[in-house]
């Protein structure tokens, strides 16, 4: 179970997690007609050694057999290019930074044509970001753009350590909360909006994906058990990193608070990708008419 304070690495707790999402997106890459290109993902996988995710790398055919198999890949290259096309879509309108919450195993500023002048934050645990730079050290990677890491909790005092990395809060920004809200506690959750708030200027912009309020860790557990005879993430026990305990509502919240929001739950987001969501059995399509995406923008300061 979490603890105050706990930490982790690539192949551990929440890091594990990252983990799971960098091979998906692998798999999403190898997909005909595929949402997203990743090349960088695999190196990940691959210098994590993680058996789980080394076996799945290597043979992406092992989840056929599994049911709503080709989902898993699909739902993680959605979730990707959503996020891709939201930083993008702002850093050429004019928002010149961007911060990537917990950032993981991202490799956005590598990835995607930033225009320049960009600056890319990647906020995370220390030793998630001290792998994935070794990693991408060895490869010889070269960022697209002003890329610079902020080695900081997010329960922590984040915001004095990304002012510290030359983060500007009178300058218009974009965030990203990709995967992230429900492994925070209720206090940590809404001192995040509280602090992303505080520290944008008019014409910022945040996107996050969300799942049902009052979906607690254990059904969806449940859930994954009832419908996936093998978990495709492998061991890893959601019911035990989640937190469960009261927070605000992020649409209801920054609504109050002068940003404009725009919510897509996940089939409606599929929908406009071309990638329509297989026929599910009602518990999966109420997970997923229930889970989705949010864009907002701050209108006033």
């Known amino acids: ?70 989902f898993m890949g699909m739902g993680m290259g959605i979730r990707t290019k959503f996020f891709d096309d939201f930083f993008l879509t702002a850093a050429r309108s004019g928002v010149a930074q961007s911060t990537i919450l917990a950032s993981g195993l991202d490799a956005r500023a590598y990835r995607l044509d930033w225009p320049t002048g960009t600056t890319v934050f990647e906020v995370d645990q220390p030793k998630v970001l001290e792998f994935k730079e070794r990693v991408l050290t060895e490869h010889g990677a070269e960022p697209k753009a002003d890329r610079r890491t902020v080695a900081v909790d997010l329960r922590d005092d984040w915001p004095t350590a990304l ?76 019911a035990a990193l989640f937190y469960e305990d009261e927070r605000a509502d992020p649409m209801q919240w920054l609504t109050a608070h002068d940003w404009s929001v725009e919510c897509l739950n996940s089939i409606e987001l599929a929908n406009m990708y071309g990638e329509p969501i297989p026929d599910l059995p009602p518990e999966l399509a109420d997970l997923a008419e229930q889970s989705g995406y949010l864009t907002a923008i701050k209108t006033a300061n």
């Not at 799945?56 to 092992?62: D, E, H, K």
């Not at 708030?197 to 607690?216: E, I, T, V």
């Not at 059904?219 to 061991?235: E, N, Q």
């Open 1 to 70: 179970m979490r603890t105050d304070g706990d930490t982790w690495d690539i192949v551990s707790s929440v890091g594990l997690t990252a983990l799971g999402v960098a091979t998906f997106r692998a798999i999403e890459s190898l997909r005909p007609n595929a949402l997203i290109q990743d090349p960088y993902a695999p190196w990940f996988v691959e210098s994590a050694g993680e058996p789980h995710f080394t076996a799945l790398l290597a043979s992406p055919s092992s989840l056929d057999d599994l049911p709503f198999s080709g």
């Open 163 to 238: 002012k510290a990395a030359g983060f500007e809060p009178s300058t218009s920004s974009a965030w990203s909360a990709e995967g992230l809200l429900a492994y925070l506690p209720g206090p940590a959750h809404d001192a995040l909006f509280e602090r992303i708030d505080k520290l944008s200027s008019s014409g910022s912009r945040l996107a996050l994906n969300y799942f049902p309020s009052g979906m607690d860790a254990q059904r969806f557990a449940d859930i994954r058990a009832k419908y996936f005879s093998k978990d495709p993430f492998g061991d890893i026990d959601m």
